[in-house]
């Protein structure tokens, strides 16, 4: 695996980063809607993809990112830094619960790929536990600390695997927080939903009627990452990460 990973107007060095650049993260980047959106902070930045991809999308945005491992952390730097938006993504190595305690700042959008694993088989690499398994970052205080640090009408989208999301839709709902819309992402029309996409609002302007809608999956889209004979991408999957890919 090559220890960067090029895309149209940035390049991602992952050599020092326990996980590397991964669909799910191309995807979250570039599906999450950040239109009205002034401020943001990229939670687990890893290394620092998320943080570029708003900057790239959103050139008013300013972004906030903060990753635990000191590693990753340094890659971020190095990635940011060689960046065109060097000036607009401020990064921090710290836990993020520690973090959320003294930060000064309230959001607009929370974004993050977070650890999702919680009774799988441990890998041995201790820096890729962390990356991959939710105990530095379980769903229902993340949820909760991301919530306090929203602004009014603050959003929160994260990626997660099917069974986490529905917990995850359990927990805002306890946070007040409602479901903006969801992306369920399949890697071929033949396999079920691997992935689903999730933007929750603290807007109080989503009405009871609109959050019955979504409940019932009326705001839900479906993507399919590859046709069905493998021979090539989707069109929708193209399309919606035409800006980033160099192949597309």
């Keep these: 695996m090559n220890d960067f990973f090029r895309f149209k107007q940035f390049i991602v060095r992952q050599g020092g980063a ?13 599906w999450v ?15 620092g993809l998320l943080a ?4 790239q999308r959103y050139p008013d945005v300013v972004i906030d990112a ?13 990635n940011v830094a060689n960046s065109p938006w060097d000036n607009r993504i401020c990064l921090f190595c710290n836990d993020f619960f520690n973090f959320s305690k003294y930060c000064p700042f309230r959001y607009d959008l929370i974004i993050s790929n977070p650890p999702y694993f919680t009774a799988s088989l441990k890998p041995s690499d201790s820096r890729r ?13 993340f949820v909760a600390e991301s919530t306090k640090l929203l602004t009014p009408n603050g959003m929160l ?12 839709f359990d927990e805002a709902g306890s946070n007040n927080l ?22 929750l609002s603290k807007s109080p302007s989503l ?25 090539d991408y989707t069109d929708e999957y193209k399309q919606l990460t035409r800006d980033f890919y160099l192949k597309f």
């Design 129 to 141: 536990n962390i990356a991959r398994h939710n105990d530095s970052l379980p769903i229902r205080r």
């Design 157 to 168: 989208a994260v990626v997660l695997p099917p069974a986490e999301a529905f917990a995850l």
């Design 207 to 231: 009405s009871r009627e609109t959050r019955r809608q979504q409940e019932f999956g009326e705001r839900s889209q479906t993507l399919c990452i590859e046709k069905a004979d493998r021979s």
């Design 33 to 47: 809607d950040a239109d009205k959106v002034s401020r943001v902070f990229d939670v687990g930045s890893g290394t």
């Design 52 to 55: 570029l991809m708003m900057a």
């Design 66 to 78: 903060i990753e635990i491992d000191e590693e990753a952390h340094q890659q971020a730097m190095e």
């Design 178 to 199: 409602l479901v903006k819309r969801t992306l369920h992402v399949q890697t071929l029309p033949s396999k079920p939903v691997y992935r689903i996409f999730v933007e």
């Design 18 to 30: 326990a996980m590397k650049v991964g669909v799910d993260s191309v995807l979250l980047g570039a």
